[in-house]
């Protein structure tokens, strides 16, 4: 079976423009959450969404927002992008929006000059 | 503040030297605690989930432990392999809703 996949692998923005990342979850889970990881450091929650409702969000600004799909795909956009946006942008998927387990999908590399 | 503490931050082990990497953690409501296997450049794979303290969990080289203020991840005669970040998350929730906070993670190196 295909895990989390997530697109693009990597991707270069300069300060100020918008990005759009894209997350595909396991067949079957219906949540996806989304995490920004900065080198050295561990994941920090962004979002979690299921059944297209937001379940619980981060300590990010508002140029952080996501939606999720029918599909239960999700879309994280960042607006405005600043040059401590630069990171591995991590989506993980899992059954539903409880205390179920997540699984990450590879993530993409973001990085802002 | 919910608050997940790893240690050491790094660990170098000689292949087959056991040894135990630490998570404490302070948060509001503990709802699940999870350990995750992180190598360059990739996303984590799970390891484990402990829901309770005392709970055990054991894969391989790799067994998992609960108390009610911190988890251990016990690794018996580790090969090069092993080699990876090692993260340990706990699930809880606040006002906005549900959220994972990961640990900074322990970095361990293991020599042939």
């Known amino acids: 079976d295909a895990g989390v996949t997530q697109s693009p692998t990597h991707l270069i923005k300069t300060r100020g423009q918008h990005v759009t990342l894209r997350c595909s979850p396991i067949?079957?889970?219906?949540?996806v959450s989304w995490y920004q990881q900065v080198l050295g450091q561990g994941p920090q929650f962004i979002f979690q969404?299921?059944?297209?409702?937001?379940?619980g969000r981060g300590n990010f600004p508002d140029r952080f927002s996501a939606r999720q799909f029918p599909n239960y795909s999700s879309e994280l956009n960042v607006n405005a992008l600043l040059l401590g946006d630069s990171a591995l942008y991590l989506c993980?998927?899992?059954?539903?929006?409880?205390?179920?387990?997540?699984?990450f999908g590879p993530g993409t590399r973001l990085t802002v000059l | 503040e919910d608050q997940v503490t790893q240690s050491p931050e790094a660990l170098r082990l000689q292949e087959g030297e056991s040894s135990s990497l630490n998570c404490s953690y302070t948060?509001?409501?503990?709802?699940?605690l999870f350990w995750y296997r992180q190598d360059p450049g990739k996303g984590p794979e799970f390891l484990f989930t402990?829901?309770?303290a005392g709970e055990e969990k054991e894969k391989e080289r790799l067994k998992a432990t609960l108390t009610k203020k911190e988890s251990f991840l016990h690794i018996t005669a580790p090969k090069p392999e092993d080699s990876a970040t090692y993260l340990c998350?706990?699930?809880?929730?606040?006002?906005?809703?549900?959220?994972?906070?990961f640990g900074a993670g322990t970095i361990l190196r293991v020599k042939s």
């Open positions: 993980a998927s899992s059954t539903d929006w409880g205390t179920d387990t997540q699984y």
């Open positions: 067949s079957g889970h219906k949540s």
């Open positions: 969404y299921y059944e297209k409702e937001e379940r």
């Open positions: 948060v509001s409501g503990l709802r699940g």
């Open positions: 402990l829901y309770s």
């Open positions: 998350a706990v699930h809880t929730y606040d006002e906005y809703g549900n959220k994972l906070v």
